[in-house]
């Protein structure tokens, strides 16, 4: 059974409006590089963990829909299909991803390497700067 | 380039940013690394007696700098501090992208103008921008290159450009105010680092591939704002150190070498990496099977997939470059296809910085080398128990079209040993001593030591009290190679420095014009403490290839000495064939025929007079008189 199309929220003008001000007169919390400070490490943040966990239970359900719906919306077509016909084979991916490995991860970006059945793969998520990871790649 | 830390809305947190291609590491390690590899390759590329370096420099230099982060020019916030040279370079890494949601958007370059013949950014960004010109603070539709170089009107808003920092620079070498000298530095050395930001950018493939990778807003408004570029993440600071000795394209290298405008040497850069390099969303061409870019403003026409080496056993398609390296550009290996939708991941960055790290490298280098101007100093006179009189003539060039008159102090050096005689004070080019310490057969180096620039003169003999030469000249303003237009005004800038409180200005005017062939001006000019006054009446012959006649008068007054020129000539041929050197010289007997009087009086500090020696034009119709000073 193909997917069914996952909803976009609209958000109504004026919010976006509002909030893209609000967001010009905040400050950021950023050092400059004469007071650096080191917070790249390869500790899965909280919210990683709890996205993953979000994906193992997607893939687990072996419903395509469920994997999509936490798929960046610029990949969804590539991922879409990807899935395709692959639901008896997802519950690997589950597996596999509660043996990830963490390879790289920033505030916006991550990626690991899951193993199945011994061969090597990526996936990759991305975080769009609000704390809602996504899935761009497996 | 840089990450938006976005305000989280319903929890009403910052979030930081944390490596990748971004500000706070990234660049400022980048410029590091330029600075290093430069100061290396520059050891044998600067002009004979020019020296630079500015890693070994602890002293600090109070300038403006960024001391707060912030989105908008109402939230960032700008102050002193006090950095090393070094640091201001790498600051300037920093605070190229601040205030950040401007600097999103200006950041971008795409070479092939792929959309509509737009260089800037197209591609997402320009659907919000409109948000922030309501302050018209931001700038949008101008290309990185462009606000780098301050060299177009949209540019020009950039305080902090490189046009700026030339001025800066120059007013460095021309204020005698050793405080001010030092705030000057400091800007420079800002801006040198904001124009490296954009080189370093300019070998990052989303910044020249219209690929909007400024953090959106939220998953709702995705669509508004791009999303993270793979490269840009996974960019390790310390890759720029890793690949300090790296290998660069070949062709590249020589044009940066070549090379005799910054400008070109970025838009060099930003042609190789959007012809060699994809981003994960503007991977174009057929791999296993025909692809479209995620990014619809990005299906550029090179590269492609079908012409890289695809190899089989790590999925991964490749690029030897001329450098010889190997490079991964994507891979398309998918858990659940043998083959998918090809993706740059950590190997396949790490691979391309290899790459591109070395060609940034020699690109800030040669940025540097153009950025620094060139001077010769020269020790005309020396008499023992009187005086020493000299000069430091800037070397004009492409980037330093017009003359930087240096003041301040000159340290005479004993070549033999290195020690240091005395300290001499320069004037707009020239410096004398009175009554210094050295004696006949005494070996002398004067140099200057300002802001990482080494600058000696050749070694001088002391050779006793015979005749010497000194050198003037006056401008008969022509136009091009051809004597048949007059300048107007010329030489017309000001600066006010209102941060700081000091006001420092430089103008000159140069009015005049043909009659027929007859041509007569009047020029003021006046740079910082020297005042000069003249009138020029020139008879031309017809083709003007010739001066029939002239009567020039001029009057220079600074603070340490006044001159009054008087020179009536006749018979002075001139032709040109801009050949960027002096294209006629005439000296001795010949140059006594064609200037039928010259008188020269200099009061103080030697009360000195001069018979001609000799007179030159060069290409741009600068004039010289070199005159052998009276016994």
Redesign the interface.
């Known amino acids: 059974m193909k997917t069914r199309r996952i909803r976009r929220s609209r958000w109504p003008f004026g919010i976006l409006l509002v909030s893209l001000l609000i967001i010009c007169y905040t400050c950021t919390n950023k050092q400059s590089p004469n007071s650096p400070s080191d917070e790249n490490n390869l500790s899965e943040t909280p919210a990683l963990t709890a996205f993953s966990d979000s994906l193992i239970t997607a893939f687990s359900s072996e419903n395509e829909d469920d994997v999509l719906a936490l798929v960046r919306s610029e990949y969804r077509a590539t991922c879409d299909a990807e899935l395709n016909g692959t639901r008896n084979t997802m519950t690997a991916v589950a597996q596999a991803l509660k043996k990830r490995q963490l390879l790289f991860a920033n505030a916006l970006y991550a990626e690991y390497k899951v193993s199945i059945d011994g061969t090597e793969f990526r996936i990759a998520y991305s975080n769009c700067g609000d704390g809602h990871w996504q899935l761009i790649r497996f | 380039m840089i990450?938006?830390?976005?305000?989280?809305?319903a929890?009403g947190v910052?979030?930081?940013?944390?490596?990748?291609y971004e500000?706070?590491?990234a660049h400022?390690a980048i410029n590091n690394a330029i600075i290093s590899f430069g100061e290396n390759y520059l050891a044998d590329k600067l002009p004979d007696k020019n020296k630079w370096r500015i890693t070994s420099d602890r002293e600090t230099y109070g300038g403006t700098?960024?001391?707060?982060?912030?989105?908008?020019y109402?939230?960032y916030s700008e102050g002193t501090?006090n950095?090393t040279l070094l640091?201001w370079v790498?600051?300037g890494?920093?605070s190229a992208d601040e205030p950040?949601?401007g600097a999103a958007i200006r950041h971008f370059y795409d070479p092939t103008g792929h959309t509509g013949g737009r260089k800037y950014l197209t591609n997402r960004g320009t659907s919000?921008e409109w948000?922030?010109t309501l302050d018209n603070l931001l700038h949008p539709q101008t290309d990185a290159i462009e606000w780098a170089m301050g060299d177009t009107d949209k540019g020009a808003y950039n305080d902090w450009s490189l046009k700026a920092g030339k001025k800066y620079l120059a007013f460095a070498f021309e204020l005698s105010d050793e405080a001010e000298k030092r705030m000057c530095l400091a800007k420079a050395y800002r801006c040198l680092g904001e124009v490296l930001h954009n080189t370093a950018d300019m070998a990052c493939p989303p910044h020249v591939r219209n690929d909007s990778h400024a953090?959106?807003?939220?998953?709702?408004?995705?669509?508004?704002l791009g999303?993270?570029d793979?490269y840009e993440?996974?960019f390790d600071p310390q890759w720029a150190a890793d690949y300090l000795n790296g290998k660069g394209d070949p062709s590249l290298e020589s044009f940066f070498a070549s090379a005799t405008s910054i400008r070109s040497i970025n838009e060099k850069l930003a042609q190789f990496t959007n012809h060699n390099f994809f981003t994960e969303?503007t991977i174009n061409g057929a791999g296993y099977q025909p692809l479209s870019p995620?990014n619809k403003d990005g299906d550029y026409p090179q590269p492609q997939l079908q012409n890289l080496d695809y190899d089989a056993n790590d999925f991964t398609f490749y690029r030897r470059f001329p450098s010889g390296n190997l490079v991964k550009l994507c891979r398309d290996?998918?858990?659940?296809?043998l083959r998918?939708?090809p993706?740059v991941?950590?190997d396949c960055a790490k691979s391309q910085a290899a790459e591109l790290v070395p060609n940034i490298l020699c690109a800030g280098a040669n940025i540097i080398r153009l950025f620094l101007p060139q001077f010769q100093v020269q020790i005309r006179e020396a008499v023992p128990n009187d005086y020493i009189k000299g000069q430091v003539v800037h070397v004009k060039s492409s980037e330093y079209p017009e003359s930087i008159l240096y003041s301040g102090p000159i340290d005479l050096i004993d070549a033999n040993t290195g020690r240091s005689i005395e300290k001499l004070n320069c004037s707009t080019g020239e410096f004398i001593g009175r009554n210094p310490k050295f004696k006949n057969g005494d070996q002398l180096i004067a140099r200057i030591t300002l802001g990482g620039f080494t600058i000696e003169s050749p070694v001088y003999t002391v050779t006793g009290p015979v005749g010497s030469t000194h050198r003037i000249g006056f401008q008969v303003r022509v136009d091009g190679h051809f004597l048949n237009q007059v300048a107007t005004p010329d030489t017309s800038y000001s600066y006010e420095n209102d941060a700081d409180g000091a006001t420092f200005s430089s103008s000159g005017d140069y009015i005049g014009g043909f009659a027929s062939n007859t041509f007569t001006a009047s020029y003021t000019r006046t740079v910082v403490h020297m005042q000069t006054n003249g009138t020029i009446s020139a008879v031309f012959s017809s083709d003007k290839l010739k001066i029939i006649s002239l009567i020039w008068t001029e009057t220079t007054t600074t603070q340490y000495y006044n001159k009054t020129v008087n020179c009536t000539a006749v018979n002075i041929p001139l032709s040109y064939s801009y050949s960027g050197t002096s294209i006629y010289e005439i000296k001795g007997e010949e140059a006594k025929n064609a200037i039928t009087s010259l008188t020269v009086v200099q009061t103080a500090a030697e009360g000195l007079s001069y018979s001609l020696q000799s007179w030159s034009t060069d290409w741009n119709g600068q004039v010289y008189a070199s005159l052998t000073k009276l016994e």
């Open positions: 990450k938006l830390a976005v305000y989280l809305l929890a910052c979030i930081s940013t944390v490596y990748g500000n706070t590491k400022p700098g960024v001391t707060n982060s912030g989105y908008s109402a939230t501090l950095l640091q790498e600051h890494g920093y950040e949601l919000w948000l922030y953090a959106p807003l939220g998953y709702a408004w995705g669509e508004l999303s993270p793979p993440e996974l969303e995620i290996r998918r858990i659940f296809s998918g939708t993706y991941d950590l």
